[in-house]
C-alpha cells in the first residue's frame, strides 16, 4: 500500500476556496482578508519545502574536504609522534596523552558541528515558518473572541461596553465554523514543511502549533453548539 501523503496543492487550492466563501459570506471583513494572507503564506510553502527537501551538495562536499584535511593533518602528526615515542618520559608521555585526548575531543565537535549544519539551517527556516503561522492562528482566535452566542440567549442583557455585532446566528455559526477551519488548514500548512524532513526539533514545533490549533478548535466548536442549543429552545 503506497504511502498517504498531504498534497501542497490541495491544500493552497482548499485555502483559496475557502477565502472565496468567507469574502462571499462577509464581504470586506477581518476575517476574509486574514484568510487571504493565509493563502499567501501557503504559496510559499512549495518554495520553502523544495529547499529544506534539497541536498546542499555544495555544502556537503566543503564538509567533506574539511573533514579529510583534519583527518591527514591527524595522520601526519601521529607519525611523527610514532618516531619519537620511544625518547618519552612517562611525565612527558602522560602530557602528550592528555593533548591528544584533548584534540580528539575538539575533532569530534568539530565533526558534529559540520555534519549537522545543514540540519540547523533547514531548521531554522522551517522554525521561523511556523512562527509566522503560530502568529497567524493566535488572530484567527483573535476575531472570534468577541463572538459571544450567550447574547442570543433571552436573559442576555447588554451592558454599555459589550461588544457589537449583527451577525444572525446562522451567520455567527457560519463565522465560528469559517474560523475553525482556518485553524485546521493551518496546522496543515504546517504539517508540509516536515512531511519529508525527519528533524525532531522541527517536528516538535509543529506538534505544539497542532495542540494549539486544536485547543481553539475546540473552543470554536463549544461556541457554535451553545448557538445552536438557542436556536432549538426557540
Known amino acids: 500500500m503506497k504511502n498517504k501523503k498531504l498534497?501542497?496543492?490541495?491544500?493552497?487550492?482548499?485555502?483559496?476556496?475557502?477565502?472565496?466563501?468567507?469574502?462571499?459570506?462577509?464581504?470586506?471583513?477581518?476575517?476574509?482578508?486574514?484568510?487571504?494572507?493565509?493563502?499567501?503564506?501557503?504559496?510559499?510553502?512549495?518554495?520553502?519545502?523544495?529547499?529544506?527537501?534539497?541536498?546542499?551538495?555544495?555544502?556537503?562536499?566543503?564538509?567533506?574536504?574539511?573533514?579529510?584535511?583534519?583527518?591527514?593533518?591527524?595522520?601526519?602528526?601521529?607519525?611523527?609522534?610514532?618516531?619519537?615515542?620511544t625518547t618519552f618520559t612517562l611525565p612527558e608521555f602522560i602530557q602528550v596523552f592528555e593533548a591528544g585526548l584533548n584534540a580528539v575531543f575538539l575533532v569530534g565537535a568539530v565533526f558534529v558541528f559540520l555534519f549537522t549544519v545543514e540540519t540547523r539551517r533547514k531548521r531554522k527556516r522551517i522554525v521561523i515558518a511556523i512562527n509566522h503561522l503560530r502568529s497567524i492562528a493566535h488572530i484567527i482566535d483573535a476575531h472570534q473572541?468577541?463572538?459571544?452566542?450567550?447574547?442570543?440567549?433571552?436573559?442576555?442583557?447588554r451592558t454599555a461596553h459589550s461588544p457589537t455585532h449583527h451577525l444572525s446566528k446562522y451567520e455567527l455559526c457560519r463565522y465560528l465554523d469559517y474560523c475553525s477551519e482556518m485553524l485546521s488548514l493551518t496546522s496543515k500548512v504546517a504539517f508540509l514543511y516536515t512531511q519529508n524532513f525527519d528533524d525532531p526539533v522541527s517536528q516538535n514545533a509543529i506538534n505544539e502549533l497542532e495542540s494549539l490549533t486544536t485547543g481553539l478548535s475546540r473552543k470554536i466548536w463549544q461556541k457554535i453548539m451553545v448557538a445552536k442549543l438557542y436556536d432549538d429552545i426557540r
Request: hydrophobic residues 40%; positive net charge; glycine residues 4%.
Open 145 to 157: 473572541l468577541t463572538k459571544d452566542p450567550d447574547e442570543y440567549s433571552k436573559v442576555s442583557v
Open 7 to 85: 498534497l501542497s496543492s490541495k491544500i493552497i487550492e482548499t485555502i483559496k476556496n475557502l477565502h472565496f466563501r468567507i469574502e462571499e459570506r462577509f464581504p470586506g471583513s477581518g476575517l476574509a482578508e486574514l484568510c487571504g494572507k493565509l493563502h499567501k503564506v501557503s504559496q510559499k510553502t512549495d518554495k520553502t519545502i523544495n529547499w529544506i527537501e534539497k541536498p546542499n551538495y555544495l555544502l556537503r562536499i566543503f564538509f567533506v574536504v574539511v573533514i579529510a584535511s583534519i583527518i591527514m593533518t591527524l595522520s601526519l602528526t601521529i607519525q611523527e609522534l610514532g618516531f619519537k615515542f
